[in-house]
């Protein structure tokens, strides 16, 4: 079974500063990978997804992250932080070729950004 | 612009009583999904259905049960609530064939006393 591992569950940078989410999963096959944000009393929004191609994906909000095969890794980054950042952000794969599409979710990481 | 809602923010029940939890689209997706989120657990699958009347158990599907009569209807039931199934419910739907990625609607807290 699929596992996802989001190292910290609370992360703290200033604002301006660089943000750096960890994400690492287990597979020996290149699964789906997504990114989803959850703001204060909000359900999960997509943030950025990668199925295929290009390894270096763009989200909304100016957050980006980059599928490192080798490293089975989809680490999330935003160049500066932004007080409206402030959020709780899940990692999620599904298998390729499973019909299901099931999602595994990471434990989540909370970002506080400070003034 | 997709949509998923859910009956209640909030909710307080007492142990033991029956407990439904409402989710809707508005989006003809044929796939819902019902998860629970708790600190640090990130969010576990309930139980999630591929289409009307259909329903598949989740990783933790103990001591709850869905129904799916219309396709835009998925609802959350807990026969008898008990104190640790106290946590927050969010309902997700997603177009079928899809890449995985799934809407997710507000979130229910749910409180058992």
């Known amino acids: 079974a699929q596992s996802v591992t989001q190292l910290g569950s609370h992360v703290s940078v200033s604002e301006g500063a660089l943000v750096l989410l960890r994400c690492n999963y287990s597979?020996?096959?290149?699964?789906?990978l997504f990114w989803y944000v959850q703001y204060p009393n909000q359900g999960l929004q997509l943030l950025l997804k990668y199925t295929t191609g290009a390894t270096l994906v763009k989200g909304i909000n100016g957050f980006e992250a980059e599928f490192k095969k080798s490293e089975t890794s989809f680490h999330l980054t935003k160049p500066s932080a932004h007080m409206s950042d402030a959020a709780e952000y899940f990692c999620?794969?599904?298998?390729?070729?499973?019909?299901?599409?099931?999602?595994?979710f990471g434990g989540g990481t909370r970002l506080m950004v400070k003034p | 612009d997709v949509k998923v809602t859910q009956s209640s923010r909030y909710l307080v029940k007492r142990t033991g009583e029956k407990v439904f939890l409402e989710c809707v689209q508005d989006m003809d997706h044929e796939n819902m999904f019902w998860y629970r989120q708790d600190p640090g657990l990130g969010l576990r699958l309930i139980y999630f259905?591929?289409?009307?009347?259909?329903?598949e158990k989740g990783d933790i599907p103990e001591g709850y049960s869905v129904s799916r009569e219309k396709k835009e209807r998925f609802s959350l039931i807990l026969e008898s609530a008990s104190t640790n199934q106290t946590s927050m419910y969010l309902c997700?739907?997603?177009?079928?064939?899809?890449?995985?990625?799934?809407?997710f609607g507000p979130g229910t807290r749910l409180l058992v006393l």
């Open positions: 259905s591929y289409d009307v009347k259909m329903k």
């Open positions: 597979s020996s096959v290149p699964p789906y």
């Open positions: 999620a794969v599904s298998d390729r070729g499973n019909a299901g599409n099931m999602l595994t």
């Open positions: 997700a739907s997603r177009l079928a064939g899809s890449h995985g990625t799934q809407y």
